[in-house]
């Protein structure tokens, strides 16, 4: 693997594009999906897991992870990737989501933000500078600039002070992160739903020259189509030949439409999320197992998947156990949908580097518009 921090594109497909990011810690498969694991574990799965399942990279939460057990604490025991059990990169969220998510918890100024603890009520200040330092006592990869994200909708002067704001919190981070061998950060576009401020963004944070750069503040709130218009204005403002990263998002059809359009890392935990919920993915769309259809269906999710989880076990038995609030069914739906997500990635990816993805998109996206199996 690389010393240092590269990105390597290697093919495009339309706007579609085929990369490697490699780093000291392993490489990176672009376009890729990374499964959230906020406090150090992806709900409701084994690391072991989710790396067979096809992922290159997981996430972890500055905000959680500085709560509990405490970035210091973390670095003492040998940092993140030892303490949980996994070698391979981390790339973790700076505490900005959480400017918006517990916005009844926090207080925001020029400096940073105080947050009172949603566990304890304890008070923590997290300025762009401690937000870096917390990263680096974790051991993180891939560092987020510390930014103010705004629920959608909004007014337009609130959107352009959050943007300004998050501007110069970047300028602030980039001297905090300094020269990190091997390591990375990477700046993050907001601007909301304003074509114009998501340019003025993109194009004030391509003057820090950052390893990467993350459009953030989409997905919270706006329809798809707002969330693809911005993503139109914004990418052919960002450096060619840098990584793109659409934080938060999405559904399988949120990930196949942003591809399309140049974007390059994904993160959500609607995966695991809804898995617990009794959601599963599927290449005939979503499938809700909950439904009483389910309950004597002895098929499996998916016979063709080359997951335990979607081919060996019956429908009527992950009926049976979501209903009856057992643990092993959001255990087993979370592995499936996990799996079914990597897979969509690395279809996407063989479609780009053969340049058929416009006939991977339709083709997905028919198997989508069939639907379930009919009913037994």
């Given at each position: 693997?690389?010393?240092?921090?590269?990105?390597?594109?290697?093919?495009?497909?339309?706007?579609?594009?085929?990369?490697?990011?490699?780093?000291?810690?392993?490489?990176?498969?672009?376009?890729?999906?990374?499964?959230?694991?906020?406090?150090?574990?992806?709900?409701?799965?084994?690391?072991?897991?989710?790396?067979?399942?096809?992922?290159?990279?997981?996430?972890?939460?500055?905000?959680?992870?500085?709560?509990?057990?405490?970035?210091?604490?973390?670095?003492?025991?040998?940092?993140?990737?030892?303490?949980?059990?996994?070698?391979?990169?981390?790339?973790?969220?700076?505490?900005?989501?959480?400017?918006?998510?517990?916005?009844?918890?926090?207080?925001?100024?020029?400096?940073?933000?105080?947050?009172?603890?949603?566990?304890?009520?304890?008070?923590?200040?997290?300025?762009?500078?401690?937000?870096?330092?917390?990263?680096?006592?974790?051991?993180?990869?891939?560092?987020?600039?510390?930014?103010?994200?705004?629920?959608?909708?909004?007014?337009?002067?609130?959107?352009?002070?959050?943007?300004?704001?998050?501007?110069?919190?970047?300028?602030?981070?980039?001297?905090?992160?300094?020269?990190?061998?091997?390591?990375?950060?990477?700046?993050?576009?907001?601007?909301?739903?304003?074509?114009?401020?998501?340019?003025?963004?993109?194009?004030?944070?391509?003057?820090?020259?950052?390893?990467?750069?993350?459009?953030?503040?989409?997905?919270?709130?706006?329809?798809?189509?707002?969330?693809?218009?911005?993503?139109?204005?914004?990418?052919?403002?960002?450096?060619?030949?840098?990584?793109?990263?659409?934080m938060g998002v999405g559904t399988p059809d949120d990930i196949l439409k942003s591809v399309a359009r140049g974007i390059d890392m994904f993160d959500c935990v609607m995966p695991t999320r809804s898995g617990r919920h009794?959601?599963?993915?599927?290449?005939?769309?979503?499938?809700?197992?909950?439904?009483?259809?389910?309950?004597?269906?002895?098929r499996p999710l998916d016979e063709e998947s080359n997951c335990p989880a979607a081919r060996d076990y019956s429908r009527a038995y992950l009926h049976h156990l979501v209903r009856s609030d057992e643990a092993l069914g959001?255990?087993?739906?979370?592995?499936?949908?996990?799996?079914?997500?990597?897979?969509?990635?690395?279809?996407?990816?063989?479609?780009?580097?053969?340049?058929?993805?416009?006939?991977?998109?339709?083709?997905?996206?028919?198997?989508?518009?069939?639907?379930?199996?009919?009913?037994?």
């Amino acid at each position: 693997m690389s010393e240092n921090f590269q990105f390597n594109l290697r093919a495009t497909d339309g706007g579609a594009r085929l990369g490697e990011i490699t780093m000291p810690r392993g490489m990176i498969r672009t376009p890729a999906f990374m499964p959230v694991g906020t406090v150090g574990t992806v709900k409701a799965m084994y690391l072991d897991q989710v790396r067979d399942t096809g992922a290159d990279i997981i996430l972890g939460n500055t905000y959680h992870l500085m709560l509990r057990p405490g970035a210091e604490r973390v670095a003492r025991l040998g940092g993140l990737h030892n303490l949980i059990r996994w070698p391979h990169p981390i790339l973790t969220d700076s505490g900005g989501f959480q400017v918006m998510s517990l916005s009844g918890l926090r207080k925001l100024d020029e400096k940073g933000v105080t947050f009172k603890s949603h566990v304890d009520g304890s008070l923590h200040h997290m300025s762009p500078e401690r937000s870096i330092e917390i990263q680096g006592l974790l051991g993180s990869d891939i560092q987020m600039q510390l930014d103010e994200c705004v629920a959608l909708p909004a007014e337009p002067k609130e959107i352009e002070r959050a943007m300004e704001l998050s501007q110069r919190w970047a300028e602030r981070c980039r001297v905090a992160f300094g020269d990190q061998p091997g390591k990375a950060m990477f700046g993050i576009v907001q601007g909301g739903d304003i074509a114009d401020l998501r340019i003025r963004s993109a194009e004030g944070l391509k003057q820090l020259d950052l390893k990467g750069y993350a459009v953030g503040g989409l997905a919270v709130g706006e329809p798809q189509d707002v969330m693809l218009k911005m993503l139109e204005t914004t990418l052919p403002v960002l450096p060619n030949e840098k990584p793109r990263y659409l934080m938060g998002v999405g559904t399988p059809d949120d990930i196949l439409k942003s591809v399309a359009r140049g974007i390059d890392m994904f993160d959500c935990v609607m995966p695991t999320r809804s898995g617990r919920h009794g959601l599963a993915f599927t290449r005939r769309g979503k499938v809700n197992i909950r439904n009483a259809r389910h309950a004597e269906d002895l098929r499996p999710l998916d016979e063709e998947s080359n997951c335990p989880a979607a081919r060996d076990y019956s429908r009527a038995y992950l009926h049976h156990l979501v209903r009856s609030d057992e643990a092993l069914g959001g255990m087993l739906l979370s592995w499936n949908n996990l799996h079914y997500y990597q897979d969509l990635m690395k279809g996407i990816r063989q479609a780009i580097a053969e340049g058929r993805f416009a006939d991977f998109y339709a083709e997905t996206q028919e198997m989508w518009a069939k639907g379930d199996l009919d009913p037994q």
